[in-house]
């Protein structure tokens, strides 16, 4: 018989990496003795409130733990505890990616993931994951001319792009790696025009993602596909530009 936790004492998580303080908290707490194998973990929510954090950033802990082989997280049930000793056999660090080089290789590594994914999303798409893009596509035109940086939702973008494929594989993949995986802003807008600001930076990212979801609102699978392929490799692009300017 599954045991499910009630109260989860974490503490607030209040550093500047939210998602890592987080994954770090519940690692810790998984492997303390009040938890064994099997438990049921208490739910979203349930964290998000005890942490002080938005649900965002507890999918993207819990994805870490999953691919840690902590737990098992199973959609529209809960999350269990498979075991209390990671196993790292694949594992991103956010200061791998400071580097110019290691930055083109996840770039590479998400135009071969992300390409098929917005393909099945063309071909798999609901209205109503249809109808969600767009209004996320929306609200991150609406934002442009604020100046900041919009990593959350040029991320959330992304990963209702892989929830729209109906696999649920490429959206832990998305969250396994985290905001992280969205280019460095400063870095991309040096790399891609003399003078360029963040608010025009961003209206060419905006333009780009506007060509996938409107691939994928049409179910236009080659389109979607072209489209991804286009952003993701823009991408690539202006980091190689960079990796060259410093050879």
């Known amino acids: 018989m599954e045991k499910t936790q009630g109260n989860i004492s974490l503490g607030r998580v209040s550093s500047s990496s939210l998602t890592s303080e987080l994954t ?14 099997g438990d049921k973990l208490p739910t979203e929510k349930a964290i ?4 002080g954090v938005s649900r965002t950033v507890v999918r993207e802990a819990l994805a870490r733990l999953s691919a840690e082989g902590l737990i098992d997280v199973r959609r529209g049930v809960g999350v269990y505890v498979l075991s209390k000793s990671p196993s790292r056999a694949f594992h991103i660090s956010s200061t791998e990616l400071n580097i110019a080089e290691n930055a083109c290789q996840l770039l590479e590594i998400r135009m071969a993931v992300e390409t098929e994914m917005a393909g099945l999303a063309a071909e798999r798409r609901t209205e109503s994951m249809a109808t969600k893009l767009q209004e996320l596509q929306d609200e991150f035109g609406a934002r ?4 900041e940086s919009l990593i959350d939702e040029d991320f959330q973008l992304h990963l209702c792009i892989a929830e729209a494929s109906q696999n649920s594989y490429f959206e832990r993949f998305l969250q396994f790696i985290g905001k992280q995986m969205i280019p460095d ?11 360029m600001t963040i608010i025009d930076y961003l209206h060419l990212i905006h333009e780009e993602h506007q060509d996938i979801v409107d691939a994928i ?8 596909q072209a489209a991804a392929r286009k952003h993701i490799g823009n991408s690539l692009q202006r980091y190689r530009k960079v990796l060259k300017n410093k050879a």
């Open 217 to 224: 609102i049409s179910q236009d699978k080659p389109a979607a």
């Open 185 to 195: 802003r400063t870095v991309a807008m040096a790399a891609a025009a003399e003078h």
């Open 144 to 147: 442009l001319t604020l100046g």
């Open 48 to 51: 998000a409130e005890e942490a």
């Open 24 to 37: 770090a908290k519940l690692r810790s707490y998984i492997q303390s003795q009040q938890v064994k194998v």
